[in-house]
């Protein structure tokens, strides 16, 4: 018998029961034949420090990050990837053998790779993105944008002064649009995004007007509680491409499987199946 220890991994949460992560990582470890578990770990913010560090001790990898632990964690982690520092919150924990916490921010990646998976002929080139929304994810999807090209985005959230604090963040690319005009910046719009949790099960319904939306123009939600809201809907029946959450969630876990686990999954119909099951 091997006395190599089982790497554990796990997702940090308040609440944390609803996530789906623990379902996509028992699919890819059963997939890919690895040794190792994923588990829901309910953690308060009084204990948040304590718990991480304790983790390592207890044969833990690495973690993932969520609501609302996302920003704490920064100033808990020892190293940070300067998509991490740049965005301002950290998804993704790894547990070096050298005793140092690395903090990563992998949901830019996850966003970007799921765009251009459910929306293969989308490019930077195609012109402006449209943003709802000025939340730590809006701040992983205006990173990823601009790092990918975008070189111009409209950005409209319900309190402007939260849109104009990523708009200094991130610089002149970034235009700010009240959210009484919101409506009318996806008319120049080759992308869409909406960020907020408008339209998720339980939650009030995103009313911006959609009436500008271009047949052709690739719509996305970050939302996948429906896997199909009401905005994707709406957007699909004027002749958008739509692109459903979900694959922002698969896409976001890949760089972390493969630090901890050894091997890099790939996202496809039975990863999205395995987790909807």
Known sequence: ??????????????????????????????????????????????????????????????????????????????????????????????????????????????????????????????????????????????????????TQIYLSNRTRPKAEALQSAFGTKVQVVDWVQAGNMLEDAATVVNTTSLGMEGQPALRVPLDGLRRGTVVTDLVYTPLKTPFLATAEAAGCITVDGLGMLLHQAVPGFERWFGVRPEVGADTRAAVLS
């Not at 890919?32 to 001790?57: A, C, W």
């Open 1 to 150: 018998m091997s006395d190599q220890p089982i790497p554990l991994a796990g997702v940090i949460g308040q609440p944390v029961a609803h996530s789906r992560s623990p379902r996509l990582f028992r699919h890819w470890l059963k997939k890919h034949n690895r040794v190792g578990h994923y588990v829901p770990l309910h953690v308060g913010e009084s204990d948040l420090e304590q718990v991480i560090r304790t983790l390592p001790k207890m044969g833990f990898v690495g973690c993932n990050v969520t609501i609302p632990h996302k920003v704490d964690v920064l100033s808990i982690a020892d190293l940070a990837t300067d998509r991490a520092t740049l965005i301002g919150a950290a998804n993704t924990l790894i547990f070096r053998k050298d005793g140092k916490i690395h903090a990563d921010n992998t949901d830019g990646y996850g966003f970007i790779a799921n765009l251009r998976q459910g929306a293969p002929g989308w490019a930077p080139s195609l012109g402006p993105a449209a943003v709802l929304g000025a939340g730590g994810a809006a701040r992983a999807v205006i990173a990823s944008l601009i790092d990918v090209g975008v």
